[in-house]
């Protein structure tokens, strides 16, 4: 009979295509991990993984398995949160991974809420850019993870996450206080191209945006300075080092003296925000709440038309 450790084990390293990696994902040593490996291998009678550069790919006996384990793996976290639900799991402690943002404008009045209406709910709150939650969450350091859509993010049909949609927001221009189109209601992002961009550093999903965004306005942004702090990229802009586009929340409470904030015209860049937890565990009595309260604290920033 297969093992289901052993299952998690080569999702581990599925997702992080080493056995270094999976390793530390998973606070195991490399050696245990290639132990627990061959005995998947020996269980089920095939190979499961082949070289592929300094890393490992799965054969298509691993792909086989890996399809079944997402859904063996979905069915315990099920079978979980029905036993946690049968023994009126009320009290208990989550560990929700989200961006700066997400904290503020979304974490933080759903735990205010929380308190109110499940006082035996513990949160603990982790900060973790857009693309780092699930990964946290695969990993079993976090239960929730509020996260950024990205390229090469988790799809909907991916069969080791349940995603819950909660707000989608526009990306507002930040232009210098004396910049030439600071006079007009809207900007249009081909008026930008030849300026200097701040932005945020590659990998941050925001970066993600601003360059698509630009790529389908016709040009390539020339970042010349990056931070992922928007309370930085705006005093850069509010220094005349550039032009940026922020999320319009995160442009909530700040200091705007020295910029001028337009919307966008055309096709706007968008970020769009999604809770996640592993499939199954979406109805655990301990996730169910936060889910909803999230859900509901979101409400109010949701901008979609």
């Known amino acids: 009979m297969i093992d289901p450790r052993r299952l998690r084990i080569l999702r581990a390293v599925a997702d992080h ?96 809420r929380l308190a109110r209406e499940h006082p035996g709910l513990r949160l603990r709150v982790r900060d973790a850019e857009g693309d780092e939650s699930l990964p946290l969450v695969l990993d079993g350091e976090a239960d929730i993870a509020l996260a950024v859509e990205y390229r090469g993010a988790p799809g909907a049909d991916d069969g080791r996450l349940s995603v819950v949609p909660l707000y989608a927001e526009p990306f507002d221009a930040v232009l210098p206080a004396g910049h030439p189109l600071a006079d007009l209601p809207e900007v249009s992002l081909p008026d930008l191209s030849d300026a200097d961009w701040v932005g945020q ?14 790529e389908l306005a016709g040009f390539q942004p020339r970042f010349r300075h990056s931070s ?37 015209t055309g096709l706007p860049a968008t970020r769009r925000v999604f809770a996640a937890t592993r499939r199954g565990a979406e109805t655990h009595p301990l996730l169910a709440p936060i889910l909803g309260a999230l859900t509901r604290e979101a409400s109010r920033l949701d901008t979609r038309g």
């Open 201 to 214: 550093y590659p990998g941050n999903p925001c970066h993600d945006v601003t360059l698509l965004a630009c």
């Open 17 to 112: 295509r080493t056995v270094t990696a999976a390793a530390a994902a998973l606070y195991l040593t490399p050696s245990a991990v290639s132990q627990q490996l061959a005995a998947l291998e020996q269980e089920t009678g095939h190979a499961l993984l082949t070289r592929s550069g300094r890393g490992v790919r799965l054969t298509a006996a691993g792909e086989i398995l890996l399809a079944h384990t997402h859904e063996v793996l979905a069915q315990l976290e099920r079978a979980e949160a029905e036993l946690a639900a049968y023994a009126g799991g009320t009290a208990g402690d989550v560990t929700v991974a989200a961006f700066a943002t997400g904290i503020a404008e979304v974490l933080a009045p759903a735990i205010a």
């Open 228 to 264: 992922d702090d928007f309370r930085a990229v705006t005093a850069l802009v509010g220094a005349g080092a550039g032009v940026a586009l922020v999320p319009r929340s995160a442009l909530r409470g700040m200091d705007l003296k020295e910029v001028q904030v337009r919307p966008v």
